[in-house]
């Protein structure tokens, strides 16, 4: 337990001194969000550069995904669905999906 308070703590130094891609990349790994998803390629969710790739003329975006993050779906990437992810609030989601479509 005191092992992971302290990683939790190098995560958030690391964040604020970081160059801004890294730092938001740390804040998606900490919200579990890279179990499933990486930058440029796809694991269980799709590569965050097609998701880029595919949202850049929509400007609601942001918006949708970051409620769609929060509350889970399907139906767009292929036939697994992504769970909920309880464990972000509005404002993280918003904030990890500004950085997944500045890919
Ligand atoms: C258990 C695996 C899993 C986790 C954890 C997960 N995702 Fe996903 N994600 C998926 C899958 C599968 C899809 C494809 C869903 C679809 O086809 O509509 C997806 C799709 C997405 C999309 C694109 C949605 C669309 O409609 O185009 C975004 C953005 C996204 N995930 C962000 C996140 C973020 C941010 C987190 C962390 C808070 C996260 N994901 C955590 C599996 C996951």
């Avoid at 796809?42 to 590569?47: D, E, Q, S």
Wanted: proline residues 5%.
């Amino acid at each position: 337990m005191k092992r992971l308070a302290i990683s939790a703590l190098l995560v958030t130094m690391c964040s604020t001194w970081a160059a801004p891609v890294w730092a938001d990349l740390a804040f998606a790994t900490s919200k579990n969000c890279m179990s499933c998803h990486a930058v440029d390629k796809k694991l269980v969710g799709p590569a965050y550069k097609d998701v880029a790739a595919k949202y850049r003329e929509d400007k609601g975006a942001t918006e949708r995904l970051a409620a769609k993050v929060m509350k889970g779906g399907g139906g767009v990437w292929g036939a697994v669905p992504m769970p909920s992810n309880p464990q972000v609030t509005d404002a993280e989601a918003k904030k990890i999906v500004s950085w997944i479509l500045s890919l």
